[in-house]
């Protein structure tokens, strides 16, 4: 029996779910709202209220700049953990991830560059189609040539 290949918000979701307990898990603080989007080989994850107790007392007690130090060296920590998450989730090679934290704001933003698009099922009223992921939607078979 095999298992089904999920759609676009499915996949999406349970990405957000996975990276919000990650963040719980390893910095004991969990981001209120995780948005994640997939599209052609990339996939960007935006996170509210992402920064720790600590690194917002150090940044309300003039000490900004440590809290950005603090901010990107957890960043810098938790990528691979970020990296093999997504990859086991999406079942694709992660290349590269790309992040930055807003202290001021509380925002987090992740961008994984994807070996190539996951698979994932596109829902249709009567069929389980399967495709791989593209922002590219038009029909270029009546796409006239050029000559």
Do not use: W
Not at 6 to 15: A, D, K, N, S, Y
Not at 17 to 41: E, F, M
Not at 93 to 104: N, P, Q
């Amino acid at each position: 029996m095999t298992t089904p290949i999920p759609t676009r918000g499915q996949v999406e979701r349970t990405l957000a779910q996975r990276i919000q307990a990650l963040y719980r898990d390893q910095l004991g603080h969990q981001p209120d709202k995780v948005i994640c989007q997939l599209s052609d080989q990339n996939v960007v994850v935006v996170m509210e209220n992402s920064i720790t107790q600590p690194e917002q007392l150090l940044a309300k007690t003039g000490h900004q700049e440590l809290a950005e130090k603090v901010r990107s060296d957890l960043d810098d920590v938790i990528q691979e953990q970020l990296k093999a998450l997504i990859e086991e989730t999406l079942n694709v090679s992660v290349i590269e991830v790309l992040a930055d934290t807003t202290i001021k704001t509380s925002r987090t933003g992740f961008i994984a560059i994807l070996t190539e698009p996951p698979t994932i099922r596109t829902p249709t009223p009567n069929s389980n189609k399967v495709t791989r992921v593209s922002s590219d939607r038009r029909d270029r078979s009546n796409t006239p040539k050029s000559a």
